[in-house]
């Protein structure tokens, strides 16, 4: 089983930046990646990252102001985020697909408002 831990959310003013971070609890060479859920609205997908971090795939609503990585070496997945606007509030989830079975993390949250 795997759990994943976010940190790093919190109030930020319009065009300000974050950087999330989604510790995993093992080694975790599977492709991650970010989702988000605003207030009323469903769970979306942000982006996502092979198990290598050669190849990223992003949200258009996100394209040029998000970045995704990660560090194998210590089991930790990170969003850099930037331009933040108040459409960004959210509660962002990393997540990990593992033999079938999806995890998630319990989520932090962003929001952006001045």
């Known amino acids: 089983q795997v759990q994943l831990v976010e940190s790093g959310g919190g109030l930020v003013q319009p065009g300000g930046s974050l950087r999330l971070s989604c510790a995993a609890s093992g080694s975790v060479m599977r492709p991650m990646g970010w989702y988000r859920q605003a207030p009323g609205k469903q769970r979306e997908f942000v982006v996502r990252i092979s198990s290598s971090g050669t190849t990223r795939t992003y949200a258009d609503s996100v394209k040029g102001r998000f970045t995704i990585s990660r560090d194998n070496a210590k089991n930790t997945l990170y969003l850099q985020m930037n331009s933040l606007n108040p459409e960004d509030t959210a509660v962002y989830y990393c997540?990990?697909?593992?033999?079938?079975?999806?995890?998630w993390g319990q989520g932090t949250q962003v929001t952006v408002s001045s």
């Open positions: 997540t990990v697909s593992v033999k079938a079975a999806d995890y």
